[in-house]
Every structure is written in C-alpha cells, then in structure tokens.
C-alpha cells in the first residue's frame, strides 16, 4: 500500500513521486513506467489507454505521457532493468507440467 502522506507533489498535476522517487499517477497505484510499458506493448494511443484503463482520466494519462518524455532516459533505463529481469526469470524458468504434457500429447512443438 502506498503512504499517501509521503507522497512528493512534482510540477506535472496528475503526478506524484513516492519516497523512492518513483513516479506514480495521482489517486492510483498506477507507475508512470507502467502506463508506458502498456502504451510500447500493445501500441495504444493515449484513448486506448483510457478505454483500457478507466480508472485514468485523459489528463492524468497526458500528464504521465508528458512525464515520461521529459524524463524519459531515465524511465527507459528503469524499462531495460525489468525486461533484464523478465528475461533472466524466462531463463531460469523450467517447462511446466502442462507443457510438458501437450508436448507429450504431440499439440506443441
């Protein structure tokens, strides 16, 4: 849970950095990375972004857009750690039983 009270207000209205300088979208738990990510993943446009995350108004993902472009070397480096470490786990990850069963079955590869 994030302590509201320790929140940090920045110039961007709908922005806010946590104590660990993360910043985050007022009034929701929601990183700015994250919000980008979602954009760079599925190739949305800010009222895609909207349609698929109703609990952001069109401001607050303006602001967080607004952010992450003026900070952006910043949050790209923070965007290259998680893929590190996303690939790192898919690297250590074992199969699953369940595909080790369709692969069994002759429905993988």
């Given at each position: 849970m994030i302590?509201?009270?320790?929140?940090i207000p920045t110039e961007y209205p709908h922005i806010?950095?946590?104590q660990d300088n993360i910043p985050l979208i007022?009034?929701?738990t929601m990183k700015v990375v994250e919000l980008v990510m979602a954009q760079r993943a599925y190739g949305w446009t800010p009222e895609e972004i909207q349609i698929n995350h109703r609990h952001l108004s069109m401001?607050?993902?303006y602001a967080a857009l607004a952010y992450?472009?003026?900070?952006r070397e910043?949050?790209?480096a923070d965007i290259q750690r998680r893929e590190t470490y996303i690939t790192q786990?898919?690297?250590?990850?074992?199969?699953?039983p369940f595909v080790t069963r369709l692969k069994?079955?002759?429905?993988?590869?």
């Amino acid at each position: 849970m994030i302590d509201t009270q320790s929140l940090i207000p920045t110039e961007y209205p709908h922005i806010v950095l946590s104590q660990d300088n993360i910043p985050l979208i007022v009034g929701t738990t929601m990183k700015v990375v994250e919000l980008v990510m979602a954009q760079r993943a599925y190739g949305w446009t800010p009222e895609e972004i909207q349609i698929n995350h109703r609990h952001l108004s069109m401001g607050q993902i303006y602001a967080a857009l607004a952010y992450y472009w003026d900070h952006r070397e910043v949050l790209d480096a923070d965007i290259q750690r998680r893929e590190t470490y996303i690939t790192q786990l898919e690297q250590q990850a074992e199969e699953s039983p369940f595909v080790t069963r369709l692969k069994a079955q002759g429905l993988l590869p």
